[in-house]
């Protein structure tokens, strides 16, 4: 396998979402957190909401995918290789090294990482209330 590149995590396929950020959400993934396939997603799927669209369907298709793989998350419980400790202080650089997140990323990637699903689930259910009804926070 060819070995990876630093200009390969400046190039992205399909928009440039991932790429405008100054610590990439692979990065966490694979790199700090050594995550699971499941867990990955959802923070795919939280980081990049309101940035690969601007349109409400877009946003709230990329949320439902998120509790989607919560309910994955629920019953694998496979989160990620490191200690809790460890993965706390990673979302916490990873949090603040991209300054580009909303209120609503942040608050949902802080309760990810603590383990608390059902905080996670709600916050996204109030989200994609306020998308619908279209008064974006």
Partial sequence: M???KTNDMEYQIGGSHYR???YQPIELIED???ASFVFGN????LFRYNSK???APDQIKDLRKVL???KFLQHFQNWFAVSDREAIEEMHRFLSGNEQLNKFQILAFQSLVRRDLSLLCAII???IKTLSYGSHS
């Avoid at 959802?42 to 799927?45: L, P, R, S, T």
């Fill in 42 to 45: 959802i923070v795919k799927y």
């Fill in 20 to 22: 405008q950020s100054a």
């Fill in 53 to 55: 669209s601007d349109t």
């Fill in 2 to 4: 060819e070995e990876l």
């Fill in 68 to 70: 989607h793989y919560v």
């Fill in 32 to 34: 700090k957190l050594q």
């Fill in 125 to 127: 259910d109030k989200e």
